[in-house]
T-cell receptor, first 114, second 109 residues
């Protein structure tokens, strides 16, 4: 158990809908990363937060947004969903990325858009 | 831009040694990670290199050459449970951690 909690584990929805994925980092970790993993694409970096502030952004679509709350949990919002958004979404947390601290991954949310 | 290259697939025999290479071109370098990922599961940390040289941890070792933009993961005494994907990831100066597409390793008995 990595200590990172992601909910829900599975999500099935329809095109055009909006969903929210939730992540609770390990106790004490200030940084949260979001990744998307499709079958042949590997882990695609979406966005990183550190202590409530956006730190770095990857190729995140405009239909996607995220935030980190004062209690350090994070939410990833996906809207106007398309079939191609079906993927495994991982959240990872780190104590201090700048000090070489590793990422601990949650078990992921499997999103299926039908 | 960021580019991380690893072989897509490799096959090795139980008990043998395998080396998985990773080359990278990133805007700034602030450390390289190796992760293991079994199908349908979360990646788990294997090793971290920020200085040139070899880091050894049990059956797994990782090497880094910053001047060449090159790393490898060495797995010794292969076991069937080592069948998994191995992901190379680079952290840049903004703490963005970018992953390669991973190398799927198949272990044959």
């Amino acid at each position: 158990d990595s200590g990172v909690t992601q909910t829900p584990k599975h999500l099935i929805t329809a095109t055009g809908q909006r969903v929210t994925l939730r992540c609770s980092p390990r106790s004490g970790d200030l940084s949260v990363y979001w990744y998307q993993q499709s079958l042949d694409q590997g882990l695609q970096f979406l966005i990183q937060y550190y202590n409530g502030e956006e730190r770095a952004k990857g190729n995140i679509l405009e239909r996607f947004s995220a935030q980190q709350f004062p209690d350090l949990h994070s939410e990833l919002n996906l809207s106007s969903l398309e079939l191609g958004d079906s993927a495994l979404y991982f959240c990872a947390s780190s104590a201090d990325p700048g000090a070489g601290e590793k990422l601990f991954f949650g078990s992921g949310t499997q999103l299926s858009v039908l | 831009g960021q580019n991380i290259d690893q072989p897509t697939e490799m096959t090795a025999t139980e008990g043998a040694i395998v080396q998985i290479n990773c080359t990278y071109q990133t805007s700034g370098f602030n450390g390289l990670f190796w992760y293991q990922q079994h199908a349908g599961e979360a990646p788990t940390f294997l090793s971290y290199n920020v200085l040139d040289g070899l880091e050894e941890k049990g059956r797994f070792s990782s090497f880094l050459s910053r001047s060449k933009g090159y790393s490898y993961l060495l797995l010794k005494e292969l076991q069937m449970k080592d069948s998994a994907s191995y992901l190379c990831a680079v952290r840049d100066f903004s703490d963005k951690i970018i992953f390669g597409k991973g190398t799927r390793l198949h272990i044959l008995p």
